[in-house]
């Protein structure tokens, strides 16, 4: 038995012996009174109490995902999970390629058995399903619906991040993104001959995207969409879309002293057969995701050193066609600044881990999300928790939300307190997740930042948080009044008739600061600031 929050789980395999008497059943329910677990009948021998217990949440020791002790020490982390064939794979990563070992392909069933069915030295993060063949890739896995397992072959020393649909071959080819930038494709559909996929080098993103030299890449995420209905018959055209989250001193001191600039090594980019490769935003960001129906709404998240932000592109549909199929930005608080530098964040995911509803990860806090964009907006956001948890990836698996951890990284024994590097998971429902922290943080769409007349900033999330103020400062001794405008639909400036609604001015006069308060009970969907003349300004808000 294991006592965790004060609940018993239980981890125990009955093998020796048909445990039956009265005795033993008033025992087994004296330990379980209180507790969430339902224990059935008393099993056979060889059986497993595992398939008729019903678990409270918590770890699974068994479960863990270690490192080798020796001879490298780095990292070892949950890179990817996905439920497939009646079973959750897992693949483990390191923090670099060759970065110690250890790390491997996990397969889980039902009864709570882990099997490692392969190992690496690397660091792998991705997963998706390929429907056209059916099977789902993992790794550097490819496994079908019959739990075979094949291998990609080729350059596979290189780190690989990614998984997403081809643009020209969806019906049998996948690209494969990794993390310093090497754009791979493969193949997949040999697996159906009983051959291993192989893997051909495509691009340097490094390169492509311009990222200047001297700043460490780090892609974390790629998506393809494949639009019919933008409204724009250029945007009808597959596109892919890959992240860098590189966010280090050079950013937050840059940002912060010159009005916003970003030129450093963070990229939202973009890639099509005809237009090449183009660079949709400079800053870091460490997701992009969506899916293919219900206007194919692509959603990004990254940070920047305001606040995390949000960009949302609606494609539409044949069924709902986009009315706006242009980017909109969007901020968010951040939960914490342990979260800031590029090797601090890991993957923080966009999972659909409810029915057609999205999980979102950011900066230590989730968020329930909407896949749908109506009237190009983004509606369909509030917080639920905060937490303290690395959290590489999280999906469903048997009826259970599961998190995957990252819990001790000495990185090459630059931490002499960690020891073994290793990851646990975590298995709940999904409301538990109101039981973790209060939604906390702070953010806004202005720091130092030069801002223009009239000028609306970004609309910044409100909706879900309790206590909050608002801190305005000038940075130049140019006086300005700044309109507090509030958004209480959630759909201003998208649907008509449904505008930014005036709350609130205030004066700022010379080199000031002035603090509000916003009413108790008070909430809109999202807030944003006018400035009435040109000034460097700060707005920053904090919820408690």
């Known amino acids: 038995f294991f006592q965790s929050d004060q609940q018993l789980i239980i981890l125990h395999r009955v093998t020796q012996a048909k445990m039956s008497s009265p005795l033993w059943n008033c025992v087994i329910s004296v330990l379980l009174f209180g507790s969430h677990i339902v224990l059935g009948q008393p099993q056979n021998v060889g059986e497993s109490v595992a398939s008729t217990l019903s678990l409270a949440p918590g770890i699974f020791p068994h479960l863990t995902a270690t490192a080798d002790s020796a001879p490298k020490r780095s990292e070892s982390g949950t890179g990817a999970m996905m439920a497939w064939a009646d079973r959750l794979y897992m693949v483990s990563y390191l923090s670099v390629d060759h970065g110690g070992s250890g790390t491997g392909l996990y397969e889980i069933d039902a009864n709570m058995t882990i099997t490692k069915i392969a190992e690496h030295s690397t660091c792998y993060a991705n997963r998706i399903m390929h429907p056209e063949t059916n099977q789902i890739v993992i790794g550097r896995w490819v496994i079908n619906a019959n739990r075979e397992v094949f291998e990609i072959t080729g350059n596979v020393s290189s780190v690989r991040l990614g998984a997403v649909a081809h643009l020209e071959h969806p019906e049998s080819m996948v690209y494969l993104i990794g993390m310093d930038g090497n754009m791979y494709e493969s193949d ?62 050079a950013d937050f001191v840059g940002d912060s002293t010159q009005g916003g600039e970003y030129a450093m090594g963070g990229r939202l980019g973009q890639y099509t057969i005809d237009g090449g490769w183009e660079i949709v935003d400079h800053r870091a960001y460490y997701e992009v995701t969506g899916r293919r129906n219900w206007g194919k709404v692509t959603f990004a998240t990254g940070v920047d050193s305001k606040s995390v932000v949000l960009r949302v592109r609606d494609f539409g549909d044949d069924a709902t066609p986009s009315t706006n199929s242009s980017w909109r930005t969007y901020r968010l608080p951040k939960a914490s600044h342990a979260y800031d530098h590029l090797w601090q964040t890991e993957w923080p995911r966009i999972r659909e881990v409810e029915t057609e509803r999205y999980l979102m990860d950011a900066h230590g806090m989730f968020y329930e999300l909407s896949p749908l964009g109506w009237a190009g907006s983004a509606w369909g956001l509030r917080p639920v928790s905060q937490h303290l948890r690395m959290i590489p990836d999280f999906c469903s698996f048997r009826g259970a939300l599961v998190l995957g951890g990252n819990q001790v990284s000495s990185i090459f024994d630059n931490n002499l307190v960690t020891g073994q590097a290793q990851a646990g998971l975590w298995f709940g429902k999904t409301d538990d997740l109101w039981s973790f922290g209060k939604p906390q943080g702070w953010g806004g769409p202005w720091r130092n930042s030069l801002v223009a007349p009239a000028e609306a900033s970004d609309p910044y999330l409100m909706t879900g948080f309790d206590k ?77």
């Open 468 to 544: 909050k103020v608002l801190h305005l400062e000038t940075h130049d001794n140019r006086s300005t009044s700044i309109t507090i405008q509030v958004d209480i639909h959630g759909v201003a400036g998208s649907l008509p008739g449904f505008p930014w609604r005036n709350y609130q001015v205030i004066k700022l006069t010379g080199d000031d600061y002035v603090p509000y308060t916003f009413p108790e009970g008070f909430s809109a969907h999202w807030v944003r600031f006018v400035s009435s003349t040109a000034a460097r300004v700060s707005a920053t808000l904090m919820y408690t």
């Open 188 to 249: 997949i559909s040999v697996t159906a001959k009983g051959q291993n996929p192989t893997s051909k080098l495509l691009f340097n993103m490094v390169d492509e995207l311009k990222i200047p030299a001297g700043q460490q890449p780090h892609f974390k995420a790629a998506h393809s969409v494949f639009p019919t209905a933008t409204g724009n018959p250029k945007d009808n055209v597959p596109v892919l879309y890959v992240t860098s989250n590189t966010f280090n001193e």
